[in-house]
């Protein structure tokens, strides 16, 4: 049984459009692929990055920093995962 | 809980062409999937023999022994009135105040394990917290 671990890194919102409807529904479907729980933080709030109301809520435009943060036994797969589809602008670069 | 039997069925129902266009528009965000068989009644401008028709079709049609989810744009208004009608004798919730989040939420839940009123209450809450007012500089 693996241990539960936490990673958290501060990644850019890099595609035009921001993190809008489309691409947050891609950010929630991919962690929800995990069975760590994740969170994103932008300044102080912070939402639960498997729910698409939660992670609409911090509107964040093109060249918004938010902090992504995972807890679980698969918390440094769920990270890279997740980090890896911001960088690349959700697919929409 | 009838389980096996499909989940719940939903029912979307709204004035004008405003649930089949907020439907799509779901649809479009969360891709393939959950809320592909989510039917819309699109209202037009109010209560006619051709929507109390619609409505009694579609809610018999959806209602899989689970129960129906019925969700619609104005509380009290003909769309929600006439489908409490037609659903009546059935395992029905109505959820009033449709939106867009209220859809997303509806995505991300097993209908297959949650009763009619269990839906309706986390997709009311979702909703509720989407309603917002902020100063624009607030968002920045």
Known sequence: MNKAQEVAEEVEIVNPLGLHAR???????LANKFQSDVFLTKGETEVNAKSMLG?????CAKGSKVRLRCVGVDAAACNEALVKLVRAGFGEL | MNEGEGGVGVVVVGHGMTASQL???????????????????????????ELVAALARTIAAVDRGSGVLLMVDLLGA????????????RRLALISGLNLAMLLKLASLDRSRMSPTELAAACADSALRAVSVRAAEEMR
């Open chain 1, 23 to 29: 691409a947050a529904s891609k950010l929630v479907s």
């Open chain 1, 55 to 59: 992670v609409l809520m911090l509107a």
């Open chain 2, 23 to 49: 439907l799509a528009a779901g649809q479009a965000i969360v891709g393939p999937g959950a809320l592909d068989d989510v039917v819309a009644v699109d209202a037009g401008v109010g209560q006619t023999p």
């Open chain 2, 78 to 89: 003909s769309p929600c009135t006439c489908g409490l009608r037609e659903g009546s004798g």
